[in-house]
């Protein structure tokens, strides 16, 4: 009995081509990512999506196997678009740690930092909280499927053998920065307000009463209202971010 194994080589390429696209998006990709996460579990997720998605385009790797020089190139360019779409997700979800660094500051607890589980450094108590919150609330929403429609559509935004168009990935990445911050200063708005009530009210108080250590009576006072604020604003916060990431997660996934 004889088994034919002359089709591996023409399988195995685009298997692989395709794992450095899918794989780069994953180990960039928030929630799944972080080094909290096991490296062998995001490796199964890879091979599980490259399994699932690479049989949809294994026409599109048209690769010359007997020259080296097309094969490095084209598997560059398709790290290059795993890198593309892993940052623009994670720069997605860095609005949260952007209203919680502003939220803490406001709050009086701008010196509190902990291990952020989804970055992997330090980082502010508040923003660790909406942080973990954020993720949690995309994978309860199924809104991550989004994520894998981009992946397949990518297959058509950027074409494999086809360097991806500088400009229009440059302007991308502006937009998403440019949208991250100003979400992050959206989300944190009600704090900015309270905080500039607040000190000009602690303001006020120590010019008329010199006497009394306004600091130590502020703090207590601005972290309690901080928290009564944010238990009250905290769903419409969240709803404008889940918004905000299902915008863009759409513009990566125009076939969805």
């Keep these: 009995m004889q088994i034919d194994v002359s089709f591996l080589p023409l399988f195995a390429a685009p298997f692989l081509l395709s794992f450095a696209r899918i794989g780069?998006?994953?180990?960039?990709?928030?929630?799944?990512?972080?080094?909290?996460?096991?490296?062998?579990?995001?490796?199964?997720?890879?091979?599980?999506?490259?399994?699932?998605?690479?049989?949809?385009?294994?026409?599109?790797?048209?690769?010359?196997?007997?020259?080296?020089?097309?094969?490095?190139?084209?598997?560059?360019q398709e790290i290059l678009i795993g890198i593309v779409l892993g940052m623009l997700s994670r720069l997605t979800i860095a609005s949260l740690q952007i209203a919680g660094s502003i939220v803490a500051?406001?709050?009086?607890?701008?010196?509190?930092?902990?291990?952020?589980?989804?970055?992997?450094?330090?980082?502010m108590l508040v923003g660790n909280f909406l942080g973990v919150l954020g993720m949690t609330l995309i994978f309860a929403t199924d809104m991550h499927h989004l994520v894998i429609s981009a992946l397949?559509?990518?297959?058509?935004?950027?074409?494999?053998?086809?360097?991806?168009?500088?400009?229009?990935?440059?302007s991308l990445f502006g937009t998403t920065v440019t949208g991250t911050f100003?979400?992050?200063?959206?989300?944190?708005?009600?704090?900015?307000v309270f905080g500039?009530?607040?000190?000009?009210?602690?303001?006020?108080?120590?010019?008329?009463?010199?006497?009394?250590?306004?600091?130590?009576?502020?703090m207590p006072l601005s972290i309690l209202a901080g928290f009564m604020i944010l238990t009250l604003v905290l769903g419409a916060m969240m709803m404008t971010f889940l918004d905000y990431v299902e915008g863009v997660l759409r513009v990566m996934s125009p076939g969805s």
């Design 152 to 170: 397949n559509d990518s297959y058509t935004l950027f074409k494999p053998g086809e360097m991806p168009p500088v400009g229009d990935v440059a």
């Design 24 to 76: 780069t998006m994953v180990m960039l990709l928030p929630g799944l990512g972080e080094l909290t996460v096991s490296p062998r579990v995001r490796l199964a997720i890879a091979l599980a999506l490259t399994a699932v998605i690479m049989p949809l385009h294994r026409g599109d790797y048209q690769v010359d196997l007997r020259a080296f020089g097309p094969v490095l190139m084209t598997l560059g």
């Design 196 to 218: 500039l009530l607040f000190n000009l009210g602690l303001g006020l108080l120590a010019r008329l009463m010199p006497q009394m250590q306004v600091f130590f009576v502020g």
């Design 105 to 123: 500051q406001q709050m009086g607890l701008g010196f509190v930092t902990a291990v952020d589980p989804t970055q992997g450094q330090q980082g």
């Design 182 to 192: 100003r979400i992050g200063v959206q989300l944190s708005a009600p704090f900015l």
